[in-house]
């Protein structure tokens, strides 16, 4: 099917297409001269016209008319300049009515007049004049309308001339518009029925149609496309008579039903016309409302199947249905209900949409553009029916299975039958549903089909969708495979897309918390299916997607142990079993963890050390010492064969994980924390190994988790040992170094370590005291942010004595 | 020209604008005050026609509808011809209808070709206000640009309550008539005397 109607471009259009330019240029000039001529008459004799009306001298002013009216049996215009000219003979020609109404009051009776302007002595002036009297006849109710009517539109087959005759009938209709017999309309009664104007419209509607369906035969073949363009043009005065009938008040949906639709569509399938039949098929579906459409929908349908091959139904048929899915969602949107539209849209349409595929040779784009409406209008329309979205998209998929999907338009329409239902829905669960979705996913080139499966996580995302199922992990995956795992065809990623391929990884680490479920063993298995699907992603992935679903892992086993503690301490009924939760138990999760862990620490070593300590902290917390050690040692011999430069950060964090332990052995924290020491006491930089030393003072005080653990001896060794060290670094390293000690020192006085008493913070103190005069004597630059740390320090451990008073008493602060 | 003086003014009123903003309902609530809610085309042009006073003036109004949708406009605007003004439409839950309106103004000036084209009475309707909650052109930017426009009259309508459609094409019919007094002659009427020979000559060669 060709969509050759719908890509004329009619306006404003000028005539340069089919000729060269230049000759193009001379036609026209050629009918803008004729025009000007023509028009040069009009207005002169118009003048006359005027000027013996003014004079009441009726002869004079008709015989003047009449020459101006000449000017109308030109056959040289084209169809834009001939409606040029008759706009303007149409102006003049108000002047003459008015006169007639004007003569009518004074009490001339128009029947006369109707028979004097007959003596014209040509056709076409004599049916004009005869046209404006009669609708001031009309207007004087001395004969009934639908008798003036009838006769005008018979005396119009006098002219046969196809543009003359189409430019007369829409005088008559223009004229007559005002002055039908209708419901409600002071025609009505003598002056005839809405049957009567019906009929009155449906034959000059059939009038224009043979001699519009004329002029496509008339003159050289060789002019033929010039011809269809000039018809293209005139084919408004063919459907005017559409937009006639759409508005009489009577024709109300049982009339249209019964006595016009019919009428029109027999007219419009005899004319064996494509032209005709394309324009009048879109007209019908434009002119008349929604409601008539709804009611009619098998009668204008099955029409459709009758029309002459080349036409082009899918544009009737996408017409049709975007149209009334407009108008559902339109209806929709004021409240009104849904489900009840007296008929089923979607199945009608699903009928002869098959038809019209099987019968005829569609084009791939014109089948996607028809299924594309077809979708829409059954979203709109019955959005909770899965089944006609799926039946839909199997159809879609049945055409396409064989088609190498190349072609630009096409891959296009199939993205867009891909996504609709993804926007229509508020989630992608119902997506998931679809038998053949991903069948048609699947068919697009890789980086098509990778945007569809980013805006499958973006929705999924934006509506909060709970994925609950292992089945449902695996078709959600199956649908976004794009991007998770490469293809053999897709290039290596270039520089530039990292930030974009960082941006969708973490879109797919977002899924990771649309997993949701009561059961833990369900969650488990579901982790599971998600953690098998990122594996298969490469290293460039899993650092993205597979460290938010340790958190997963982590929480599970938390709660996990969390329910047994729970269900432990509920008391239970005598004979009745405890509870006792999902078979995976927490370790069972550690194991799964553990395995991700020693993938990642392979690729990414930094961020798989903190998550070791993460989980290692999670694992006291649900009481598995072993897995405790194992993750810790874990994370040791990973901080063994990182780089110096970040050690005392990772030492950091190590300390920090260690003295947050709870539930860990003596034994175990011994070695741990003895070998955090001589990690401490081993960096290549001294001051590195100060603070470092300084800071493993906290591993055994105060040790708020686990106060068995604390020792305050080990504490104070450590601090000591720390000042040691000082000693071996460069002097201008030395005072910021001596207030960190203080600092920590003071920690453990407030913290009340017996060990640390206040004779060790007057010496911190002295000490200090001794070294400032020397520093201020080096820059003042580097000394002044120390000068303000250590007053920073005084003026809080005068506070701290304000606060607590006693244990600070031997604390001195005269020196300062 | 005494004759001129007795004879009944009539006015040349081109109703403009996109697809479905409601023209031809404006049209039919003003003329025949009847309002539907179901859309439906207009093909072509077509006029009604009503008698107005105006400053103690009767004066026949012939307001022209036309087509939104250019398919349905395929002969061309021959009948903007001798419009005495133009009256732009936009809904004002669409905003690209009023993105359009300058497209609509200028296609007018250039097809009509008024003399003055500068002076040119237009008046601008915002329709569908009865839609306010779904309102995307605020008042004020249609105001600005009206301002803009050497202060085109701006109307806020709703055709299918009856809000201000009446003042609306009061003003209209104002402003046209302030066209009509400035040319009191009709065309051809002035010039008379010479222009037919001219055009004989033209036509010879």
């Given at each position: 099917?060709?969509?050759?109607?719908?890509?004329?471009?009619e306006?404003?259009?000028?005539?340069?297409?089919?000729?060269?330019?230049?000759?193009?240029?001379?036609?026209?000039?050629?009918?803008?001269?004729?025009?000007?001529?023509?028009?040069?008459v009009?207005?002169?004799?118009?003048?006359?016209?005027?000027?013996?009306?003014?004079?009441?001298?009726?002869?004079?002013?008709?015989?003047?008319?009449?020459?101006?009216?000449?000017?109308?049996?030109?056959?040289?215009?084209?169809?834009?300049?001939?409606?040029?000219?008759y706009?303007?003979?149409?102006?003049?020609?108000?002047?003459?009515?008015?006169?007639?109404?004007?003569?009518?009051?004074r009490?001339?009776?128009?029947?006369?007049?109707?028979?004097v302007?007959?003596?014209?002595?040509?056709?076409?002036?004599?049916?004009?004049?005869?046209?404006?009297?009669?609708?001031?006849?009309?207007?004087?109710?001395?004969?009934?309308?639908?008798?003036?009517?009838?006769d005008?539109?018979?005396?119009?087959?006098?002219?046969?001339?196809?543009?003359?005759?189409?430019?007369?009938?829409?005088?008559?209709?223009?004229?007559?518009?005002?002055?039908?017999?209708?419901?409600?309309?002071?025609?009505?009664?003598?002056?005839?029925?809405?049957?009567?104007?019906?009929?009155?419209?449906?034959?000059?509607?059939?009038?224009?149609?043979?001699?519009?369906?004329?002029?496509?035969?008339?003159?050289p073949?060789?002019?033929?496309?010039?011809?269809?363009?000039?018809?293209?043009?005139?084919?408004?005065?063919?459907?005017?008579?559409?937009?006639?009938?759409?508005?009489?008040?009577?024709?109300?949906?049982?009339?249209?039903?019964?006595?016009?639709?019919?009428?029109?569509?027999?007219?419009?399938?005899?004319?064996?016309?494509?032209?005709?039949?394309?324009?009048?098929?879109?007209?019908?579906?434009?002119?008349?409302?929604?409601?008539?459409?709804?009611?009619?929908?098998?009668?204008?349908?099955?029409?459709?199947?009758?029309?002459?091959?080349?036409?082009?139904?899918?544009?009737?048929?996408?017409?049709?249905?975007?149209?009334?899915?407009?108008?559902?969602?339109?209806?929709?949107?004021?409240?009104?209900?849904?489900?009840?539209?007296?008929?089923?849209?979607?199945?009608?349409?699903?009928?002869?949409?098959?038809?019209?595929?099987?019968?005829?040779?569609v084009?791939?784009?014109?089948?996607?553009?028809?299924?594309?409406s077809?979708?829409?209008?059954?979203l709109?329309?019955?959005?909770?029916?899965?089944?006609?979205?799926n039946?839909?998209?199997?159809?879609?998929a049945?055409?396409?299975?064989?088609?190498?999907?190349?072609?630009?338009?096409?891959?296009?329409?199939?993205?867009?039958?891909?996504?609709?239902?993804?926007?229509?829905?508020?989630?992608?669960?119902?997506?998931?549903?679809?038998?053949?979705?991903?069948?048609?996913?699947?068919?697009?080139?890789?980086e098509?089909?990778?945007?569809?499966a980013?805006?499958?996580?973006?929705?999924?995302?934006?509506?909060?969708?709970?994925?609950?199922?292992?089945?449902?992990?695996?078709?959600?995956?199956?649908?976004?495979?794009?991007?998770?795992?490469?293809?053999?065809?897709?290039?290596?990623?270039?520089?530039?897309?990292?930030?974009?391929?960082?941006?969708?990884?973490?879109?797919?680490?977002?899924?990771?918390?649309?997993?949701?479920?009561?059961?833990?063993?369900?969650?488990?298995?579901?982790?599971?299916?998600?953690r098998?699907?990122?594996?298969?992603?490469?290293?460039?992935?899993?650092?993205?997607?597979?460290?938010?679903?340790?958190?997963?892992?982590?929480?599970?086993?938390?709660?996990?142990?969390?329910?047994?503690?729970?269900?432990?301490?509920?008391?239970?009924?005598?004979?009745?079993?405890?509870?006792?939760?999902?078979?995976?138990?927490?370790?069972?999760?550690?194991?799964?963890?553990?395995e991700?862990?020693e993938?990642?620490?392979?690729?990414?070593?930094?961020?798989?050390l903190?998550?070791?300590?993460?989980?290692?902290?999670?694992?006291?917390?649900?009481?598995?010492?072993?897995?405790?050690?194992?993750?810790?040692?874990?994370?040791?011999?990973?901080?063994?064969?990182?780089?110096?430069?970040?050690?005392?950060?990772?030492?950091?964090?190590?300390?920090?994980?260690?003295?947050?332990?709870k539930?860990?052995?003596e034994e175990?924290?011994?070695?741990?924390?003895?070998?955090?020491?001589?990690?401490s006491?081993?960096?290549?930089?001294?001051?590195?190994?100060?603070?470092?030393?300084?800071?493993?003072?906290?591993l055994f005080?105060?040790?708020?988790?686990?106060?068995?653990?604390?020792?305050?001896?080990?504490?104070?060794?450590?601090?000591?040992?720390?000042?040691?060290?000082?000693?071996?670094?460069?002097?201008?390293?030395?005072?910021?170094?001596?207030?960190?000690?203080?600092?920590?020192?003071?920690?453990?006085?407030?913290?009340?370590?017996?060990?640390?008493?206040?004779?060790?913070?007057?010496?911190?103190?002295?000490?200090?005291?001794?070294?400032?005069?020397?520093?201020?004597?080096?820059?003042?630059?580097?000394a002044?942010?120390?000068?303000?740390?250590?007053?920073?320090?005084?003026?809080?451990?005068?506070?701290?004595?304000?606060?607590?008073?006693?244990?600070?008493?031997?604390?001195?602060?005269?020196?300062? | 020209?005494?004759?001129?003086?007795?004879?009944?003014?009539?006015?040349?009123?081109?109703?403009?604008?996109?697809?479905?903003?409601?023209?031809?309902?404006?049209?039919?609530?003003?003329?025949?005050?009847?309002?539907?809610?179901?859309?439906?085309?207009?093909?072509?042009?077509?006029?009604?026609?009503?008698?107005?006073?105006?400053?103690?003036?009767?004066?026949?109004?012939?307001?022209?509808?036309?087509?939104?949708?250019?398919?349905?406009?395929?002969l061309?605007?021959?009948?903007?011809?001798?419009?005495?003004?133009?009256?732009?439409?936009?809904?004002?839950?669409?905003?690209?209808?009023?993105?359009?309106?300058?497209?609509?103004?200028?296609?007018f000036l250039?097809?009509?070709?008024?003399?003055?084209?500068?002076?040119?009475?237009?008046?601008?309707?915002?329709?569908?206000?009865?839609?306010?909650?779904?309102?995307?052109?605020?008042?004020?930017?249609?105001?600005?640009?009206?301002?803009?426009k050497?202060?085109?009259p701006?109307?806020?309508?709703?055709?299918?309550?009856a809000?201000?459609?009446?003042?609306?094409?009061?003003?209209?019919?104002?402003?046209?008539?302030?066209?009509?007094?400035?040319?009191?002659?009709?065309?051809?009427?002035?010039?008379?005397?010479?222009?037919?020979?001219?055009?004989?000559?033209s036509?010879?060669?």
């Amino acid at each position: 099917m060709s969509s050759h109607y719908q890509n004329v471009r009619e306006y404003p259009a000028y005539d340069d297409e089919e000729n060269t330019l230049e000759a193009g240029q001379t036609v026209e000039n050629k009918q803008k001269t004729l025009l000007a001529t023509a028009k040069n008459v009009v207005d002169t004799e118009a003048y006359h016209m005027i000027r013996a009306l003014d004079k009441s001298l009726l002869d004079e002013a008709l015989k003047h008319s009449a020459k101006m009216l000449n000017q109308l049996r030109t056959s040289e215009l084209s169809p834009k300049h001939y409606y040029d000219l008759y706009m303007l003979v149409f102006d003049k020609m108000r002047h003459l009515e008015m006169f007639f109404s004007e003569e009518n009051k004074r009490g001339r009776r128009m029947q006369d007049l109707y028979e004097v302007v007959q003596h014209a002595g040509n056709i076409v002036p004599r049916l004009y004049l005869l046209i404006t009297v009669g609708s001031v006849y009309i207007k004087s109710k001395e004969a009934p309308a639908k008798d003036v009517l009838k006769d005008l539109v018979e005396m119009c087959k006098g002219v046969q001339h196809p543009t003359r005759g189409l430019f007369l009938r829409n005088y008559l209709s223009q004229l007559s518009k005002d002055k039908l017999p209708d419901v409600g309309s002071e025609y009505e009664g003598v002056g005839g029925q809405v049957q009567d104007s019906i009929n009155f419209i449906i034959q000059n509607f059939t009038e224009t149609v043979h001699l519009f369906s004329r002029l496509k035969n008339e003159g050289p073949a060789s002019e033929r496309e010039k011809r269809e363009k000039e018809r293209n043009e005139l084919s408004i005065l063919v459907g005017k008579s559409l937009e006639r009938l759409s508005n009489l008040e009577g024709v109300t949906l049982e009339i249209y039903r019964s006595m016009v639709l019919n009428k029109v569509l027999e007219v419009v399938v005899q004319s064996n016309d494509k032209m005709v039949q394309q324009y009048l098929m879109d007209c019908i579906i434009q002119v008349f409302p929604d409601e008539f459409h709804m009611a009619t929908l098998d009668t204008f349908l099955q029409s459709c199947l009758d029309l002459d091959q080349g036409v082009d139904l899918r544009a009737i048929l996408t017409s049709l249905m975007d149209r009334l899915s407009n108008f559902i969602q339109r209806r929709a949107s004021q409240g009104e209900q849904h489900d009840d539209y007296g008929t089923n849209v979607v199945e009608t349409f699903t009928k002869y949409v098959d038809k019209v595929l099987e019968v005829y040779a569609v084009e791939l784009s014109d089948n996607l553009l028809i299924n594309i409406s077809l979708l829409s209008l059954s979203l709109q329309a019955y959005p909770e029916r899965t089944d006609y979205v799926n039946r839909i998209i199997t159809g879609v998929a049945t055409h396409l299975v064989d088609t190498l999907i190349n072609d630009d338009q096409v891959i296009k329409l199939t993205k867009k039958v891909l996504t609709i239902p993804l926007e229509s829905y508020k989630s992608i669960l119902k997506l998931l549903d679809l038998d053949n979705y991903n069948q048609v996913l699947t068919l697009l080139p890789f980086e098509e089909k990778r945007m569809v499966a980013r805006q499958i996580v973006r929705t999924a995302i934006k509506h909060g969708d709970k994925i609950t199922t292992v089945d449902q992990v695996n078709e959600l995956f199956e649908l976004i495979k794009p991007m998770l795992k490469d293809e053999p065809t897709n290039e290596t990623l270039a520089e530039d897309d990292w930030e974009d391929f960082e941006e969708e990884q973490n879109l797919v680490a977002r899924c990771v918390h649309l997993f949701d479920n009561a059961e833990t063993d369900n969650l488990f298995k579901i982790y599971s299916a998600a953690r098998k699907h990122f594996g298969q992603g490469g290293v460039k992935r899993i650092q993205f997607t597979l460290v938010p679903l340790v958190f997963k892992y982590l929480e599970l086993a938390t709660r996990i142990y969390q329910s047994q503690i729970t269900a432990a301490a509920t008391p239970t009924l005598e004979g009745e079993a405890p509870a006792v939760g999902g078979v995976i138990k927490q370790d069972k999760v550690f194991q799964y963890v553990m395995e991700i862990l020693e993938v990642l620490a392979n690729q990414r070593p930094g961020p798989a050390l903190q998550l070791y300590l993460q989980s290692a902290l999670c694992a006291d917390r649900c009481d598995l010492e072993k897995i405790v050690y194992e993750l810790l040692s874990q994370a040791f011999m990973l901080y063994e064969e990182e780089d110096s430069k970040v050690q005392l950060e990772y030492l950091h964090l190590i300390i920090n994980a260690l003295q947050g332990m709870k539930h860990i052995s003596e034994e175990n924290y011994n070695t741990l924390s003895t070998k955090t020491c001589q990690y401490s006491s081993k960096l290549l930089r001294k001051p590195d190994q100060c603070r470092a030393v300084l800071m493993c003072s906290h591993l055994f005080w105060p040790m708020f988790e686990n106060k068995e653990l604390q020792n305050s001896s080990k504490a104070l060794e450590c601090l000591q040992w720390s000042l040691k060290i000082v000693k071996s670094c460069l002097s201008n390293q030395q005072i910021l170094l001596f207030v960190e000690i203080l600092n920590v020192y003071a920690h453990h006085f407030d913290k009340k370590n017996d060990k640390v008493t206040a004779e060790y913070l007057n010496g911190m103190i002295d000490l200090i005291f001794t070294n400032i005069p020397n520093l201020e004597e080096t820059e003042e630059t580097a000394a002044a942010p120390i000068n303000i740390f250590y007053r920073n320090t005084l003026r809080h451990l005068r506070l701290r004595k304000d606060q607590d008073g006693e244990m600070y008493d031997d604390v001195r602060f005269t020196l300062m | 020209m005494s004759t001129s003086s007795r004879k009944k003014v009539l006015l040349k009123v081109i109703i403009l604008g996109d697809s479905g903003v409601g023209k031809t309902s404006l049209m039919n609530q003003y003329v025949n005050k009847k309002f539907s809610n179901q859309y439906k085309a207009t093909i072509g042009a077509d006029f009604l026609t009503k008698d107005v006073m105006v400053d103690d003036r009767l004066v026949t109004m012939q307001i022209w509808d036309t087509a939104g949708q250019e398919r349905f406009q395929s002969l061309g605007v021959a009948f903007y011809r001798g419009a005495d003004s133009c009256v732009l439409v936009y809904d004002c839950t669409v905003s690209k209808t009023f993105e359009n309106m300058n497209a609509w103004r200028d296609e007018f000036l250039i097809q009509a070709g008024p003399p003055d084209p500068d002076n040119f009475p237009f008046v601008v309707i915002g329709n569908k206000i009865d839609m306010e909650p779904q309102r995307t052109v605020p008042a004020k930017r249609a105001m600005a640009w009206c301002q803009s426009k050497g202060n085109i009259p701006y109307f806020e309508t709703s055709a299918k309550e009856a809000v201000n459609v009446e003042q609306a094409f009061q003003v209209i019919a104002k402003t046209a008539l302030g066209k009509e007094d400035e040319e009191p002659f009709i065309p051809g009427e002035v010039d008379f005397g010479d222009e037919p020979k001219e055009a004989k000559s033209s036509g010879c060669c």
